[in-house]
């Protein structure tokens, strides 16, 4: 899902640039207020489990292949708006350094795994989880059908922006400039495999993730307070 | 033990595993994701490579191309999986550090409201 350099035109990787930069400075304003320094740590250690579970491509069938993210767990933790941060400096470390997504598709990259991804999970896992206690199933279950939710999410968005480029640009012969599928190829290509694979890898990591946590220390889900022993919040 | 401490050893497990990401594709057949093929791939595709694309695909060169060095293009899956595991090193360094900058520059100091 990392689009590459060349993929997409002037006008819409600048629409996403666009887009992003007020989402940083609002997750900057945000996580400022919310995060305490103690969380520091568990900020970079979810981007760097996002940037290593995006090395883990899982192969399909039909020569292709492709990824989780991570990055509705990192929301579960520490919400949705330290996940922006957190995914947004792996994705642009995968940019910079090893040419994984390109460098003027960081914004649309970021817009897509970095914002459509967290907010819609975690805004599923918190209609799921509901007012159940920390240590409830319907924690973990939640959280991975966000995972599910979330990285579909981010698929079709990217889907979309492939989609869009043949009728935003193309020369005399017709011959388009940037990603030459329209939507009606775009949506099904991206769509199926995540749907079907990617979506389920995605689920199971956050998933099990968040089970573990429930079962070592809950404190560690957003929205618990820190006070928060085991048995109280089984309760 | 404590849960963040078994967390950053379940990372450092996560880095020496990950040339999995690389063996399995290369035994099952799972090539290039879609929507990430190098301009010679899309003019196989598609019988011609986009102009706009050849354009801008070309203007970054990134140091550690694929995770791998530069030129280790045809190399045996042990020599890429030994860059893999380097790359996953560097890249999980640069990460927590950068990280760790802003989490320190923009986190609430306990004890300190803000006014």
Redesign the interface.
């Known amino acids: 899902m990392h689009i590459p350099d060349g993929y997409l035109g002037p006008q819409t990787y600048g629409a996403a640039y666009a887009v992003m930069a007020p989402v940083w400075a609002v997750a900057s304003r945000i996580v400022s207020r919310t995060l305490r320094s103690r969380q520091a740590p568990m900020l970079a250690l979810g981007a760097a489990f996002t940037f290593v579970i995006m090395m883990f491509n899982v192969p399909i069938p039909g020569g292709s292949s492709g990824h989780a993210v991570g990055a509705v767990l990192v929301a579960v933790l520490l919400g949705p708006w330290a996940a922006c941060i957190a995914v947004s400096v792996a994705l642009i470390v995968q940019a910079l350094l090893f040419g994984d997504g390109g460098v003027t598709c960081i914004g649309a990259n970021c817009l897509n795994m970095a914002v459509i991804m967290p907010f819609v999970g975690y805004a599923v896992y918190r209609l799921f989880a509901g007012r159940s206690a920390a240590t409830s199933s319907r924690r973990w279950l939640g959280a991975a059908i966000g995972g599910y939710l979330g990285l579909n999410a981010a698929a079709l968005a990217a889907a979309f922006e492939f989609g869009v480029q043949p009728m935003l640009a193309h020369d005399a012969a017709g011959h388009a400039l940037y990603a030459p599928y329209s939507l009606a190829v775009a949506i099904p290509a991206m769509m199926l495999p995540h749907l079907l694979i990617f979506g389920f890898a995605e689920a199971t990591v956050t998933g099990m993730v968040v089970a573990y946590l429930q079962r070592t220390d809950v404190t560690l889900l957003h929205g618990v307070p820190a006070g928060a022993s085991k048995n109280e919040a089984a309760v | 033990m404590k849960?963040?401490t078994?967390?950053?050893i379940g990372?450092l497990a996560?880095?020496l595993?990950?040339p999995?990401?690389?063996i399995?594709?290369a035994?099952?057949?799972?090539?290039?994701?879609?929507?990430?093929w190098s301009?010679q791939e899309?003019h196989k595709l598609?019988g011609?490579a986009?102009?706009?694309?050849?354009?801008?695909?070309g203007?970054?060169?990134?140091?550690?191309?694929?995770?791998a060095l530069n030129g280790q293009d045809g190399a045996g899956l042990r020599t890429l999986s030994l860059s893999?595991i380097m790359?996953?090193v560097?890249?999980?360094a640069?990460?927590?550090g950068?990280?760790?900058l802003?989490?320190?520059?923009?986190?609430?100091?306990?004890g300190h409201h803000?006014s």
């Open positions: 849960t963040s078994k967390l950053w990372l996560l880095i595993l990950s999995l990401g690389l399995l594709p035994w099952l057949g799972g090539g290039t994701a879609w929507g990430e301009a899309i598609i011609y986009p102009s706009g694309m050849t354009r801008l695909a203007r970054w060169r990134a140091p550690l191309p694929d995770y893999y790359s996953a560097v890249g999980v640069l990460v927590v950068i990280t760790m802003i989490g320190r520059l923009l986190a609430r100091r306990e803000a």
